[in-house]
């Protein structure tokens, strides 16, 4: 059955009946004992014969007679009670044979004849119970059983629907996903592991949307940001060849080359930053000397800025990571407070150790606006008010921080101190 809805129903059906088997021939083996006291049924046989054994002495062969006959009345099967060596002593025969048929299993659901025997304590008589062939089973089951096994089925039919039912409906979300629908979600409720399941393809469904719109953005930027020094340099390179002042165009085409190697690098800076955690080159790194030696290298430029930049320390700071990658994106978040610094004024860098390492990175600049905090670290965002295209870059600066530090499990976050802006990188 290709079905799990199916199996799993049939599955609890078999389980179910192998249960009421087990039941029956766990019942029956007992009564069957020969010494088995174990089961009610079974102390009953045993109080039947010592019932037949005290009308018997007490009331001789008539006694015992109407005993057997009110027990045959009462419980349908015939009762013998004979000596030690399987005598009747209702009837003088040889019943040797119900000793011998006595010792073999009972089989509850054969349409055969059936002995349970039981011995008196003082091993004087044997008492015999015959259960005829057309009542098989010893009457466990009767008719009101069926209500019994129509809850069963309908219990394990609602049970089979409950755990299927979450399957399907990823299943059709999958389909329609994989048609190219990436709004296509489970939403499901279940607090178990089938709910775990849908909720874990919502947030890789969630995930790959987010990455396919980033991409096709990502596409549509980076062909504007080639456009436009591509048209430049063709301009130039037609002043060029007129003849006239070729020194202007050379130095534009000069420049625009510049700006579109400076914009590959960056893109290959991307690249890395969105690659393999397992390929990360981690290795011990002193991040407050990675700290020194980057602010030294910016403070050149901080003086061509005008302001000047200070470095909190406090203490030896070390974690494993790719330092390249991490001094990238320090360098990019430093570089670009230092871009938007008034001047006169510091840029402070700050690490602390705690629980984790953050280091923090504050400008006393106009700030960004609260509406653009949340995507100034998209790819080639700028906020034209503040980060317009004259003060230098190509967006890429804080989207390659964020994504180098995502990838050492930690998160860049960026908020107004009123003045400036505060950027925090948080690492584990």
């Excluded at 046989?45 to 008539?62: I, M, P, V």
């Excluded at 096994?149 to 219990?155: G, I």
């Excluded at 700006?259 to 969105?274: K, Q």
């Excluded at 990238?328 to 705690?354: C, G, M, Q, Y």
């Amino acid at each position: 059955m290709k079905s799990l809805f199916g199996r799993i129903l049939l599955w609890f059906l078999a389980v179910m009946a192998v249960t009421v088997i087990g039941f029956v021939f766990i019942t029956t083996a007992t009564m069957s004992a020969t010494r088995g006291r174990e089961h009610l049924w079974g102390r009953m046989l045993s109080f039947q014969g010592e019932e037949a054994r005290h009308a018997y002495e007490s009331g001789g062969r008539e006694a015992l007679a109407a005993f057997l006959e009110r027990s045959h009345t009462v419980f349908r099967t015939q009762g013998v009670l004979a000596d030690a060596q399987g005598r009747d002593v209702l009837s003088g025969a040889d019943r040797r044979d119900l000793i011998e048929k006595a010792g073999r299993p009972v089989r509850a659901f054969l349409f055969r004849p059936a002995v349970i025997a039981r011995q008196s304590e003082d091993r004087r008589y044997w008492f015999f119970q015959i259960v005829p062939g057309d009542r098989p089973g010893f009457s466990y089951f009767l008719p009101q059983y069926l209500w019994i096994v129509a809850v069963v089925v309908l219990l394990s039919y609602a049970l089979a629907v409950r755990l299927t039912s979450p399957l399907r409906r990823l299943e059709k979300a999958v389909e329609r996903f994989g048609q190219g629908d990436f709004t296509a979600r489970v939403k499901s409720q279940r607090r178990d592991e089938m709910g775990q399941l849908a909720r874990t393809f919502d947030q890789m469904a969630d995930r790959i949307q987010t990455l396919l719109a980033a991409e096709r953005r990502l596409l549509l930027d980076i062909s504007h940001e080639l456009r436009s020094p591509l048209a430049r340099l063709a301009v130039a390179v037609e002043l060029a060849r007129s003849g006239e002042d070729a020194e202007g165009p050379l130095n534009r085409i000069q420049k625009e080359a510049d700006r579109l190697n400076s914009l590959v690098g960056e893109l290959l800076e991307v690249t890395r930053a969105e690659g393999d955690p397992a390929a990360l080159r981690l290795e011990p790194i002193r991040l407050d000397e990675v700290l020194r030696d980057l602010v030294d290298d910016c403070s050149v430029e901080a003086k061509a800025q005008d302001c000047r930049l200070e470095l909190t320390a406090s203490q030896p700071v070390e974690i494993r990571g790719d330092a390249e990658l991490l001094r990238r994106a320090i360098e990019n978040v430093v570089r670009n407070a230092i871009r938007h610094a008034p001047p006169n004024t510091a840029v402070e860098v700050s690490l602390v150790k705690d629980a984790g390492v953050s280091v923090t990175v504050r400008d006393y600049g106009p700030g960004i606006p609260e509406e653009h905090l949340p995507h100034i670290f998209d790819p080639f965002y700028r906020v034209d008010t503040a980060r317009s295209r004259s003060s230098g870059g190509v967006g890429l600066g804080l989207a390659i921080a964020r994504r180098a530090v995502e990838l050492h499990k930690g998160r860049i976050t960026a908020r107004n101190c009123n003045p400036g802006l505060l950027v925090e990188i948080a690492i584990p």
